[in-house]
């Protein structure tokens, strides 16, 4: 009967991929990220020039689009339609449209069905916004994790930095849009970004990335 789901929820920039990747190869659990799936279908939007606040226009989109994730060891890689997107995901533009898509009921309850079906054998850790609250709310373990939002939009800033032919971002814009991004999630009708009632709520802002997995490693010891 031990499904073992573990849900991790928070904001953007808290460091959830990082602890979710360490936790799955540690529990060796398959790791889901579910952001990656309202990105693809953001991206589908995108090149099919439907408004992300058109409600009813996503909704037909949504019923002609496939989307699958699968879990590898480098990562998640992401289908839409049958092609491989996961390359694509991480621009600027899809992230916004991400943001704004996500809002609308119908695209959160297509969404929700899929990851249920990807999750329903279990020895998963699943990450994303609604996990604990919408999507598996009998999960075995909960980690909401969050961070003071300059914190988290500095550790963004520094990704961004990192990687190879990285934009010329500036920080204070990377603070700005982070921002509206988080008060889009929190203020959303359907599933806002909050803790589950029996989540764990750690909070990374002066705790260091091994402090954070450490810890989580222990909840989940005592549960699983
Ligand atoms: O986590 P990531 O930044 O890839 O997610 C992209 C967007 O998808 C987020 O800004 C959020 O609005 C939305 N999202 C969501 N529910 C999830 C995962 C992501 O609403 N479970």
């Known amino acids: 009967q031990q499904r073992s789901i573990i849900a991790i929820d928070g904001p953007a ?6 602890l979710a990747a360490r936790i799955a190869s540690r529990f060796n659990l398959l790791n889901l990220e579910t952001g990656a799936m309202y990105r693809a279908f953001a991206l589908k939007a995108i090149e099919n020039g439907v408004s992300p606040e058109d409600a009813a226009g996503l909704e037909a989109l949504a019923a002609s689009s496939s989307i699958r994730l699968e879990a590898s060891p480098d990562g ?8 491989e997107v996961t390359s694509r995901l991480r621009d600027n533009s899809v992230t916004d449209a991400a943001s704004k898509v996500s809002v609308h009921p119908a695209i959160r309850k297509w969404m929700v069905r899929l990851q249920r079906e990807l999750g329903e054998n279990g020895r998963i850790v699943m990450e994303g916004r609604d996990i604990g609250t919408a999507v598996f709310p009998d999960a075995d373990v909960k980690i909401f994790l969050d961070a003071d939002p300059v914190v988290r939009s500095q550790r963004r800033y520094e990704q961004i930095e990192a990687a190879p032919a990285a934009p010329i971002a500036a920080a204070e814009s990377v603070l700005r849009e982070m921002r509206e991004r988080d008060q889009r999630d929190r203020t959303r009708a359907l599933s806002p970004l909050q803790p589950a009632a029996d989540a764990v709520v750690i909070d990374s802002t002066s705790l260091t990335l091994d ?9 989940i010891r005592e549960r699983l």
């Open 76 to 83: 998640n890689r992401v289908y839409l339609d049958g092609v």
């Open 211 to 219: 402090q954070v997995i450490a810890r989580v490693e222990e909840i």
């Open 13 to 18: 920039g808290a460091g959830k991929s990082t």
